[in-house]
């Protein structure tokens, strides 16, 4: 059974950085990619970033040069580095993986940018 388990959210301030991990309980390399979503209160959940099982990356807009996704195959952990945040990154991040057509989800980790 797949899971995946969300860390690394809490409240920042604009301007500051957060690492977000995704532990997954089975061999990451086993799953086509591998990404991060979010999704803010009354908005729908939108892609932020992806990473196939070859590292190649995909990023929105809105958080190239200031997000990076990374894999660590060994711990079977997704990284999500995210820097130079600001109040409309406030969201649930979910991590997420896709095998076969078939997404996982984890439970999601709250990410708050005020001041």
């Known amino acids: 059974q797949v899971q995946l388990v969300e860390s690394g959210g809490g409240l920042v301030q604009p301007g500051g950085s957060l690492r977000l991990s995704c532990a997954a309980s089975?061999?990451?390399?086993?799953?086509?990619?591998m990404a991060w979503y979010r999704q803010a209160p009354g908005k729908q959940r939108e892609l932020v970033a992806s990473?196939?099982?070859?590292?190649?990356?995909y990023y929105v807009d809105y958080v190239k040069g200031r997000f990076t996704i990374s894999r660590d195959n060994a711990k079977n952990t997704v990284y999500l580095q995210m820097n130079s945040l600001n109040p409309e990154d406030t969201a649930v991040y979910y991590c997420?993986?896709?095998?076969?057509?078939?997404?996982?989800w984890g439970q999601g980790t709250q990410v708050t940018v005020s001041s």
């Open positions: 997420n993986a896709e095998k076969y057509k078939i997404n996982y």
């Open positions: 990473i196939t099982s070859s590292a190649n990356t």
């Open positions: 089975v061999m990451i390399v086993t799953f086509d990619a």
